[in-house]
């Protein structure tokens, strides 16, 4: 059966109240893609997404009375003037799981591969993290968390680790120290789906239970970790630079991404305090900043 599709080119503010009209509107799945057609990954809320401009797909079955749909959306939104939209007929596919015929094997660094989990790995000997991200979390492809990737697997230090992930999504980040040499792994995330996604993922990589443990913020315990990573937002990064360097072991490192290169300055003052900060590395307009604990 053939669908109708409608494409809304949007500011990030306006995704919220365009995917709730779509639904009520009849959609039958909506999605959100950045300008290089990514699945993207859900923001904190209350916090300014990473990309300037969105694209949300609404996709209707084929009688859909998309005149009625478009008046809906005009009226009920509040928006003057209404984005861009374009409206088509697209043939029937598996359109939850689409987006993954874009997603190939990527190399970060020397030794690290992620991988779909259903393709064959290009490099058997190297290591090779299995990734079935879902629907709403990271696959490594954007900058912030390729930056992350490249940034542990040049670390040394990360043989027998204690990690946090804070902000963990897929569980990408942690799963990845894990098969680097960590010795264990805390994941946090507010979102309780993507603890079911990062467990999930860490069952593929056939890593025991006990080696990565998932926790909303609520249940997390403090405790002091070797290394933090934190690839979320300039805003909550700000907020939480105090907590992070109470979760990091004096001598400790930490990396934070999530950044564009007019923020990095900012975070840099705000952690300043407590770690030694190393200058930016950038990708694509994006940075990661690294630092590690004072005494």
């Known amino acids: 059966m053939p669908w109708i599709q409608i494409k809304i080119e949007t500011h990030p503010d306006h995704t919220e109240i365009l995917e709730d009209l779509l639904m009520e509107a009849g959609a039958s799945a909506v999605t959100l893609q950045d300008r290089k057609d990514q699945p993207v990954y859900e923001p904190l809320p209350g916090t300014t997404p990473l990309w ?32 861009s939209y374009h409206i088509e007929i697209v043939e029937d596919r598996d ?10 094997p990527i190399c970060f660094g020397s030794r690290l591969w992620v991988c779909p989990s259903w393709k064959e790995v290009p490099k058997p000997d190297a290591v090779n993290l299995m990734l079935d991200p879902g629907l709403a979390f990271g696959t490594g492809t954007h900058p912030t968390t390729a930056l992350c990737l490249k940034w542990l697997d040049q670390q040394e230090k990360i043989a027998n680790a204690s990690v946090l992930d804070y902000g963990c999504g897929s569980g990408i980040l942690g799963i990845a120290a894990l098969l680097l040499g960590a010795h264990h792994v805390t994941g946090v995330d507010i979102d309780p789906q993507a603890l079911t996604a990062t467990a999930e993922n860490a069952r593929r990589n056939n890593l025991p239970v006990e080696k990565l443990q998932v926790f909303l913020p ?39 991404s999530g950044l564009l290169v007019d923020q990095a300055d900012a975070i840099n003052s705000a952690y300043s305090p407590w770690f030694i900060m190393n200058q930016p590395v950038q990708q694509d307009g994006w940075v990661m900043i690294s630092g590690v604990r004072k005494p």
């Open 52 to 83: 300037s401009n969105l694209l949300i797909i609404g996709l209707f079955d084929a009688h859909a009375d998309m005149e009625h749909v478009i008046d809906i959306l005009k009226e009920d939104a509040g928006l003057d003037p209404f984005p």
């Open 218 to 256: 609520q249940d997390f315990v403090p405790s002091q970790f070797d290394i933090v990573i934190a690839n979320i937002l300039s805003g909550p990064l700000t907020q939480l630079a105090s907590k992070l360097a109470e979760y990091t072991k004096p001598g400790g490192q930490i990396a934070l």
């Open 95 to 104: 359109w939850e799981r689409e987006w993954m015929v874009h997603f190939h």
